[in-house]
T-cell receptor
Framework: QQKVQQSPESLIVPEGGMASLNCTSS?????YFWWYRQHSGKSPKMLM?????GEKEEGRFTVHLNKASLHTSLHIRDSQPSDSALYLC????????????FGTGTRLQVLP | EAAVTQSPRNKVAVTGGKVTLSCNQT?????MYWYRQDTGHGLRLIHY???????EKGDIPDGYKASRPSQENFSLILELATPSQTSVYFC?????????????FGEGSRLIVV
């Protein structure tokens, strides 16, 4: 059973600081990773996706992927209180891209 | 934006009763999913479907059935509800061809089994 593990479980950063979140898959056949953000009481919404080794940047958000280590990370610079949310990592494998599995999430709190 | 609608949004059921959660999507996506979310567990995959008439078991299918009668509709059925099934249930749709299988979620259905 494919597992997606995230760390840390929770993270507190000051406003304007950098938040770094990690995600690792247990399945060596993992091919696709997504990061979703879920504000309290709301449904998850896709934040960024990454399918190839390397780095991808969108505004204050940067995601890295290392397929050899099955690891992806999300970095938020200049963190804002509105970034406070549950961040969920999701993955699927090339043999069954229809099945998308999520991790347990990292709860980020940005203090003003 | 993609639209996924769940009903009911809130439900209280009795132990042993039957519960049906419904999901409708207007995105014409092939894939649909049912997840449950409990504190400390993130989103756990119950059942999913890659097209009308198909259902696949996810990671925690025991105690749940699914039905995909059409492209637009995907239901989750609890034949004999138990208190351990108290949770928030999310439906989602996605399409591997057109959006890299980015998932679009409904607003969630909160189920309490007493």
């Amino acid at each position: 059973q494919q597992k997606v593990q995230q760390s840390p479980e929770s993270l507190i950063v000051p406003e304007g600081g950098m938040a770094s979140l990690n995600c690792t898959s247990s399945d060596r056949n993992v091919d696709y990773f997504w990061w979703y953000r879920q504000h309290s009481g709301k449904s998850p919404k896709m934040l960024m996706s990454i399918f190839s080794n390397g780095e991808k940047e969108e505004g204050r958000f940067t995601v890295h992927l290392n397929k050899a280590s099955l690891h992806t990370s999300l970095h938020i610079r200049d963190s804002q209180p509105s970034d406070s949310a549950l961040y969920l990592c999701a993955a699927s494998v090339s043999s069954n891209t229809n099945k998308v599995v999520f991790g347990t999430g990292t709860r980020l709190q940005v203090l003003p | 934006e993609a639209a996924v609608t769940q009903s009911p949004r809130n439900k209280v059921a009795v132990t042993g009763g039957k519960v049906t959660l419904s999901c409708n999507q207007t995105n014409n996506h092939n894939n649909m999913y049912w997840y449950r979310q409990d504190t400390g567990h993130g989103l756990r995959l119950i059942h999913y479907s890659y097209g009308a008439g198909s259902t696949e078991k996810g990671d925690i299918p025991d105690g749940y059935k699914a039905s995909r009668p059409s492209q637009e509709n995907f239901s989750l059925i609890l034949e004999l509800a138990t208190p351990s099934q108290t949770s928030v249930y999310f439906c989602a749709s996605g399409d591997t061809q057109n959006s890299g299988n980015t998932l679009y979620f409904g607003e969630g259905s909160r189920l309490i089994v007493v």
